[in-house]
């Protein structure tokens, strides 16, 4: 056994003294700013920690939102597309064209009036676009002017439906008050209103292959006719830089508040 060297007086220090902290120790020798940039240090890292919780949370209440609103969105511009498409199938089949008719397009069944791509930018990019109901000009009496009727079909339905839509939001809104029932009915209301106004309005640009392109002969001498021919293979790439330098807007919101004046003082007068 080893001899105890231990002299008198000394013990061995309890475990929790051996590690004790000594501040005054501690602070020879080192910078006195140190501890408060162990502070600060921890304060940043709980205050990233919150803001990542946060910004977690924003991300979330957006994503649900979209999906939400994205909900209320869908029968609305599925009725609003399908109710467009129908009226040009229509009228071109009242003025003796029944090609429309002969594909199955003159249903309000939306899935023949879907076309993928369209829906798919809907979702991605916030518009969209449905199959083109085709019509034979060979078949109607008055090619020209029946064009024209046919054409603006579309956009007159749109206008027809976003005045419904309104009509009811006037009618009904007061009645709903359970908001389980009234968020989602008087939402889709809201958005046919929207979606039809906007697409009926968006349709008058005087552009092929919209509709306003495509009735604008009508109005106009024969002489521009073959210079609407030409515009017409180009009027794609066209629409597509208007769309994406925002230019439609200057044509679109006089033409909407116009509109959505009209409605509403109508819709006043009625309810």
């Known amino acids: 056994m080893a001899p105890d060297t231990k002299t008198e007086g000394e013990d061995d220090p309890l475990p929790d003294q051996r590690h004790r902290y000594d501040p005054v120790e501690a602070s020879k020798g080192c910078d006195p700013s140190a501890g408060w940039g162990v502070l600060l240090n921890g304060c940043l890292r709980g205050l990233d920690l919150c803001c990542r919780d946060e910004a977690g949370k924003i991300i979330s209440d957006k994503i649900e939102g979209f999906f939400q609103r994205l909900i209320l969105q869908i029968p609305a511009l599925l009725l609003a597309v399908t109710v467009h498409e129908v009226a040009h199938g229509f009228v071109a089949d009242r003025l003796g064209d029944p090609t429309a008719r002969r594909l199955g397009r003159l249903t309000l069944n939306p899935l023949p009036h879907i076309d993928p791509l369209g829906a798919l930018?809907?979702?991605?990019?916030?518009?969209?676009?449905?199959?083109?109901?085709?019509?034979?000009?060979?078949?109607?009496?008055?090619?020209?002017?029946?064009?024209?009727?046919?054409?603006?079909?579309?956009?007159?339905?749109?206008?027809?439906?976003?005045?419904?839509?309104?009509?009811?939001?006037?009618?009904?809104?007061?009645?709903?008050?359970?908001?389980?029932?009234?968020?989602?009915?008087?939402?889709?209301?809201?958005?046919?209103?929207?979606?039809?106004?906007?697409?009926?309005?968006?349709?008058?640009?005087?552009?092929?292959?919209?509709?306003?392109?495509?009735?604008?002969?009508?109005?106009?001498?024969?002489?521009?006719?073959?210079?609407?021919?030409?515009?017409?293979?180009?009027?794609?790439?066209?629409?597509?830089?208007?769309?994406?330098?925002?230019?439609?807007?200057?044509?679109?919101?006089?033409?909407?508040?116009?509109?959505?004046?009209?409605?509403?003082?109508?819709?006043?007068?009625?309810?």
């Open 121 to 271: 930018a809907f979702v991605l990019a916030g518009f969209g676009w449905a199959k083109p109901v085709p019509v034979n000009a060979h078949n109607l009496k008055r090619p020209m002017r029946d064009m024209a009727l046919v054409a603006a079909a579309g956009p007159l339905s749109n206008f027809v439906l976003a005045f419904v839509a309104l009509l009811a939001l006037g009618l009904l809104g007061p009645y709903l008050e359970t908001p389980l029932l009234a968020d989602p009915a008087l939402g889709v209301l809201r958005y046919i209103y929207l979606f039809n106004l906007g697409l009926a309005i968006f349709n008058l640009i005087p552009l092929p292959p919209l509709d306003g392109g495509h009735f604008l002969p009508y109005f106009l001498p024969r002489g521009s006719w073959t210079l609407l021919r030409r515009l017409e293979q180009y009027g794609p790439l066209i629409l597509l830089v208007l769309l994406m330098s925002g230019a439609t807007r200057y044509f679109m919101t006089p033409l909407f508040v116009v509109m959505n004046t009209l409605f509403i003082g109508l819709v006043r007068l009625i309810t």
